[in-house]
């Protein structure tokens, strides 16, 4: 198989996780011989240093000729006063938008190895494997807004057709996985989720072998605290998505190892991991890469088909954990941890 | 010290739990000599039977003519199927938008004796004394609302004047606690958050012994997780606060004894404990009344400013737990378990 892919290192530890990612899919490459052609391009706040916008042209033309996206991180305090729309994460918000990536795809797996690092209990978080479906597209992030001196607004909307699309995601989400679907809500509240509820009640009557649920936000947010392993395929709207997915995300101690993917219909799609862009630690060779090779992972499955292969990483990267090599941030008291590069190569190793 | 306080039973458990703070409060009068006037009115379910309206017009007059409002729970199934004007919750909605009850004040403090019921580990959760100051009567949950076949929209709105008094209040919270706020708005995304921070900016010249942080939603989701032991006063919007004090709720593992006020300017207050109607053991004995009950003490202090008197009721409680009293929710596996009006009767014989 041949396939391109433009590569966003982005702002922070972002170049050096998304060069450990790159070398990790090489090594699949060569070992089930597919070949990876990369295009580099900006994006963040080494975009706005270079062209002052956060997600040039130029990034979008060189995105629009590949079959995926990698991405590192972005953000940073140099730019943290800018205007706006001269901020980084307008790029993270522009690449989804202008892509159509409508379905932001948040796995949470416990790695045994990695559960000390929780804050929950073990008997509590140790079977956890859920996977959260956010619509990224839609919703209060790009309703209309509005700002006076004394009043300000935005607007939650959605149509039949955004809900419709991410919601049959969920749904095959589910079938492919444990066939559970919790819908996530505020249907005493809001018209937004009155909608939403009842085009998955409408939709359900297609998955009959998917068990769903209805679910409020705030009972959710509970939920996912107190009893997380209750959760398969978790669906909801950008705003709830955005604070449920990264509350799950603290589960199971493995906050800096976990992947995502922002795709649309057609198999295209965005990878990058779920953290930050660590400005603190950024060119010290400390950072952990395990969640922007998880990342590729995601590509391979979710973009390529290649799920062999996908399944080979995250062996990998597991075994690596189990045989208790860990970067600075994961490692145990006392004991040596291992820098970006040389992790990396462990990784490499196992493959 | 004469009150009239209007008690709002509810459904459920509701008038078993108020049942039993009824009399504690009566205790705490009797022995600090205080009257109490007690007028009884209906709310939720049981005010949509009888005059098909989840909040009368005779309730809302019954709660003019007094200081402050006692509240069980609202809701259960029997409802569930209703439409949206005719559903208990409405009933909430419209009493905290009738008075103007625009802040409420949610306290998490870990209780040692109940520890071990919560999903978060011993360290995590043990020092935790939080607040969250929520804002009840804007936002998204009053805005416009549209609703077509293909589209719906919930318009989330803010004035400069609604922040101010929320900020405010928040502000004057922190000073008697620990002097710090964290204000939590997506500062990112929403212009209503970007207003927000802007009020919070300047109302902090006005209080230079508190520290303020300003923290974007998805970062205190898994904050409250990780570390909740950093938090002190918590300040939100109606949405992320209703989504962000259920979380802090399981932190302590005492979600069941968790009280809640909301509040407005002048000390008039409703009162009542975060959990819900609980409808499977209404009627029981089995329901906790503990947060009912501290519900109560959070009346004495924010309404009454009877300060001693509330501090004694929550000593009472702790004492209570710490004697290994619990209602059947909390008993450890093996220990006997108390009735509601057998754990009341100990928290009665204490004060
Ligand atoms: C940076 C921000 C705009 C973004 C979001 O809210 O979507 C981030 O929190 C995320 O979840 O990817
Ligand atoms: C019942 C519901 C409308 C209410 C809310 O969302 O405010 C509840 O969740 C609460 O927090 O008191």
Not at 46 to 63: H, K, M, R, S, V
Not at 101 to 114: E, G, I, W
Not at 297 to 323: C, Q
Request: charged share 25%; glycine share 8%; hydrophobic share 40%.
């Amino acid at each position: 198989m041949e396939k391109k892919i433009t590569v966003l290192p982005g702002d922070g530890i972002g170049p050096e996780v998304v060069a450990s990612a790159v070398r990790v899919l090489q090594a699949i490459g060569k070992r089930y011989n597919h070949k990876f052609h990369l295009s580099y391009a900006v994006i963040g706040g080494t975009a706005i240093d270079e062209f002052n916008n956060p997600l040039p042209d130029e990034t979008i033309a060189i995105c629009k000729e590949s079959d995926a996206i990698l991405l590192g991180a972005v953000g940073g305090p140099k730019w943290d006063n800018n205007p706006p729309e001269l901020r980084p994460e307008k790029g993270l918000l522009k690449i989804r938008k202008t892509f159509d990536l409508f379905a932001n795809l948040r796995p949470v797996k416990a790695f045994p190895s990695l559960l000390g690092a929780s804050p929950l209990k073990r008997e509590v978080a140790e079977n956890v494997d859920l996977m959260i479906v956010r619509e990224l597209t839609g919703g209060i992030y790009f309703g209309e807004k509005h700002r006076t001196d004394n009043e300000a607004s935005d607007l939650n909307i959605y149509t039949r057709k955004e809900i419709e699309r991410i919601v049959d995601n969920a749904f095959e989400m589910a079938r492919l996985r444990k066939g559970r679907l919790c819908s996530v809500d505020k249907a005493n509240v809001l018209e937004t989720s009155r909608l939403w509820r009842q085009v998955v009640e409408e939709k359900k009557e297609q998955y009959p072998d998917v068990k769903v649920e209805h679910n409020l936000v705030d009972s959710v947010a509970m939920k996912l605290i107190t009893n997380p392993e209750h959760f398969d395929v978790v669906v909801t709207d950008n705003m709830f998505g955005d604070i449920l997915s990264d509350e799950a995300s603290v589960i199971t101690g493995s906050l800096g190892v976990l992947p995502s993917a922002s795709i649309r219909g057609d198999h295209f799609g965005l990878y990058e991991p779920i953290h930050g862009s660590a400005p603190d630690i950024a060119g010290q060779g400390k950072a952990n890469p395990a969640a922007t090779i998880l990342s590729v992972a995601m590509m391979l499955r979710y973009s390529f088909g290649l799920k062999e292969e996908a399944t080979e990483i995250e062996r990998a990267v597991s075994a690596v954990f189990n045989d208790g090599y860990f970067t600075a941030d994961l490692a145990k008291d006392g004991s040596r941890s291992l820098s970006t590069n040389e992790w990396t190569d462990r990784v490499i190793i196992e493959i």
